[in-house]
């Protein structure tokens, strides 16, 4: 199997698509000729054809609006939004209207499109460019939000939101884009949305987390391991909404301890959702309260101060410890 | 105290600021010629005339970028965006600048800047006009969100808003609009930003809510003391900054917790007091944090149907209950 980063194995799974599927169709700025600000969309153009791989203009709200319009007349549209910042501009497409048209055409109509953005900090961006707002997206029902941690569930989820028959909100770490390597299969792989998966089994403390932040989180649960002697059960939520809450429920109904991890910022982050469901549903076997380790309530700075902004593993282990001896 | 209408205390608190200070203006659709869709900018235009209450095309982003340009060239807007749902138009303006160029520019500029609007489940209004989006605009650092309940509330952090030298998104809802209350007369009359308030004292449980289920807390309350529970409901009115004290000396004074909101349960803002109650207060909670809130769907049209997802007094009344 050959090992190939997050940016390669997501253009595997758009090149299958577009092979297997001819109503699969990618929009967005520069992902035609030039592939693609961080290349995911590289060599699709010259493979399928300016027809397919469409180069549109500035313009987010046109983006997605045009996409809606495909996606209702039978296409299956992946638009990419250069900069998850940039979606802003077309938020009122997204959820005025791709969320809901399944909604009230009374199942009528369907909207299979997905949006494609890269999220969150960690390449030294500037303003507008490292934001993290998955919540956004989680707060409009009708929706699905997808946020894959590594090349081989971030090709198989991609194939999975490109054929799921409701919008997909997609979002891609930066900073893992190109940071490692995987294994990812040749032959077809699909992930069911809506469903977290259990990355490491321990039964003292619970740590849940996704996208970027997996990382750091992994390296934490490592650390706590050899140094501390703590077996920790690591969760990595994948989709953001629907959200999953069976597997860390569970879990935290053995550990008795949790932990979350993500780099929006605190307030309203998917963390607070999260910790939320926990005391509603697991509030009997909590043994401490659940620590959140998240990005502060500022803007994210520009890239000479990203560092003390984006959680980290010294963060990470000084909550960890702090969940343990409370 | 003579008592007026929620949406009295509005144009109260606008025409006050006006009088008060000449570089407080009005714009929006329709808040001119009409008085505004839900009459909260009624009169001004007869008084203050077309260069102080602007009606504006039908462009939200428009809208709040020209606010946002003359907040910076030192004027204090009050934008009004008609519908709470449509500030999606202006999102980019209100996330992506407003409430960034205070931050971008080192604190060299202030943004004192107002959007008015409204949210809420009314009368058959359907999914796009009556939605709750307080959770999008709380998650916005440099941001302010206000929802006020009563009309006392409303005239009082309406002033402190537009005195405020950044950007508030002051939230009402459409059926407050015709509630009466008493309300000040003093000029001067303001309600701190990022003061929670308690409506109603109790022993028993603590409800917490804002905007319109504040008003149907109260009614479960009422209902509950009625079955020997004191229930002790906490108006937030400012959902950032938030009172996290007021509510934590509620929390440790009860153990038990009720969060109502209209808006959508997942992502909701009572996922971000859930979450506060568990770091804080963890020890003291003699029960789940329960939630009672709008279901994940967007909103019907028909009676029946709305009605069916979003909370009442008997939905608050049930999570008590549960809870006790």
Known sequence: MPKVTMVQALNMALRQEMEKDDRVI?????????????????????????????????????????????????????????????????????????????????????VPMVLRTPYGGGVRALEHHSESRETFWSHIPGLKMVIP???RNARALLVSAIRDPDPVIFYEGKAIYRAFREEVPEEEETMPIGQSQRVKEGKDLTMISYGAMMRPTLQAAETLQEKDGIETDVIDLLTISPMDDTLFVESVQKTGRALVVHEAPRTLGP????????????????????ARVTGFDIIIPLFSRENAYLPNVHRILRAARKVMSS | MREIKYREAISEALREEMIR??????????????????????????????????????????????????ALAGLRPVAEIMFVDFTSIAMDQIANQCAKFHFMTGGQAIIPLVIR?????????????????????????????????TPADAKGLLKA??????????????????????????????????????????????????????????????????????????????????????????????????????????GG???????????????YLDAPVERVTG??????YAEPLYRAVIPNPDWIKKGVKKIL
Not at chain 1, 271 to 283: C, D, M, N, P, T
Not at chain 2, 43 to 55: C, I, M, N, P, Q
Not at chain 2, 132 to 138: D, I, M, Q, V, Y
Not at chain 2, 269 to 282: H, K
Request: charged share 25%.
């Open chain 1, 26 to 110: 990618i929009l967005g700025e520069d992902v035609g000729l030039d592939g693609g600000v961080f290349r995911v969309t590289d060599g699709l153009v010259q493979e399928f054809g300016e027809d397919r791989s469409v180069d549109t203009p500035l313009a987010e709200s046109g983006i997605v609006g045009m996409s809606i319009g495909m996606a209702l007349y039978g296409l299956r549209p992946v638009c990419e939004i250069q900069f998850s910042g940039f979606s802003y501009h077309n938020f009122h497409q997204i959820e005025n209207h791709a969320a809901r048209l399944r909604w009230r055409s009374q199942g009528r109509f369907q």
């Open chain 1, 149 to 151: 941690s590594g090349p």
């Open chain 1, 271 to 290: 963390g607070a959702e999260i910790v939320s469901r926990l005391v509603e549903k697991a509030f009997y076997y909590l043994e401490a309260p659940v």
């Open chain 2, 21 to 70: 200070d000449k570089t407080v203006f009005v714009m929006g659709e329709d808040v001119g010629q009409f008085g505004g869709v839900f009459q909260a900018t009624a009169t001004l235009y007869k008084d203050f005339g077309a260069s102080r209450v602007l009606d504006t095309p039908i462009s939200e982003a428009a809208i709040v970028g020209a606010a946002l340009g003359s």
């Open chain 2, 117 to 149: 609007t409204q949210g809420g489940v009314g009368i058959g209004d359907a999914a796009q006009h009556s939605q709750s989006l307080e959770a999008w605009h709380a998650h916005i650092p440099g941001l302010k969100v206000v929802m006020p309940s």
């Open chain 2, 161 to 266: 808003s537009i005195r405020d030298d950044n950007p508030v998104i002051f939230i009402e809802h459409k059926m407050l609009y015709l509630n009466e209350g008493p309300v000040p007369e003093d000029d001067d009359y303001m309600i701190p930003i990022g003061k929670a308030d308690i409506k109603r004292e109790g022993e028993d449980v603590t409800i917490i809510a804002w905007s319109k289920m504040v008003v149907d807390s109260l009614e479960a309350a009422d209902d509950l003391e009625k079955e020997g529970i004191q229930a002790e409901v906490v108006d937030l009115r400012t959902l950032n900054p938030l009172d996290l004290e007021t509510i934590l000396t509620s929390v440790k004074k009860t153990s038990r917790v009720v969060i109502v909101h209209e808006a959508c349960k997942t």
């Open chain 2, 269 to 283: 803002f009572g996922g971000e007091v859930a979450a506060l109650i568990m770091e804080n207060a963890f020890d």
């Open chain 2, 295 to 300: 279901l994940d769907t967007p909103i019907p």
